[in-house]
């Protein structure tokens, strides 16, 4: 997290919460400091054997099952040098910072309201209400719609008042794929772009084996 003189400015990664249809952006959650890690986890989804079918553990039926997992910090000092010019921070601290992060996995409260409503009345939901898209953004050439599967707060620091100035915030995600999401949709659109470039790049490498000391196919 610390800075050095002339070192090359860093983007900013962050959360980009979508309308469930993936048409509008309802906010923007940029990190405020970028993870030191990110851990990524891939599972292949291989076909089951059958048994005397030989040609089935070479198959797979469909994308990976893949996995991150991530730490973020969240630091009020450098506000709060400044009190008048951050005056939410003052008076709460880092209460906005975890509250934006935290709705990413609670449903709104009007969400509720209507649900409750609705079973007053005796209407039988059959579908819960559609979920915002959400999408983890680590620079322009990695956008991917996930879904939170953990979610742990430390909270580290207070002040007088016992509001948190100083946290630290695990995620666990689950990269969303087209097994998740419907071709055509928007999270649909975003993991197969991924993907794509993914096999860009791995084309790069090309088929010769020289490089492995071969004269040639073995």
């Keep these: 997290m610390t800075t050095f003189p002339r070192s090359p400015r860093t983007l900013r990664g962050g959360f980009i919460v979508m309308d469930a249809d993936g048409l509008a952006v309802r906010r923007t959650v940029p990190f405020q400091y970028n993870p030191d890690t990110l851990t ?34 969240l630091d009020a000092t450098d506000r709060l040098e400044k009190p008048a010019q951050n005056a939410a921070t003052a008076a709460e601290g880092i209460a906005a910072d975890l509250a934006e ?84 949709s928007k999270g649909a659109a975003l993991y197969l772009t991924a993907a794509r470039r993914r096999e860009r790049l791995a084309a790069r490498r090309g088929a010769g084996v020289q490089a492995l000391g071969l004269r040639g196919a073995p």
């Design 40 to 73: 990524r986890s891939l599972a292949p989804r291989g076909a089951t054997a059958d048994a005397g079918d030989r040609l089935e553990p070479t198959r797979l039926v469909g994308p990976p099952a893949e996995t991150m997992k991530l730490e973020i910090a």
């Design 101 to 184: 992060l935290e709705t990413m996995v609670s449903p709104a409260v009007a969400d509720l309201e209507a649900a409750e409503a609705l079973t007053s009345r005796g209407t039988l939901e059959i579908l819960p209400l559609p979920s915002p898209l959400l999408l983890l953004v680590l620079g322009a050439n990695r956008v991917v719609p996930v879904r939170v599967t953990e979610f742990a707060i430390t909270e580290e620091a207070f002040d007088t008042r016992l509001n948190p100035v100083l946290a630290r915030v695990s995620l666990g995600l689950r990269v969303m794929t087209t097994d998740d999401l419907p071709f055509g």
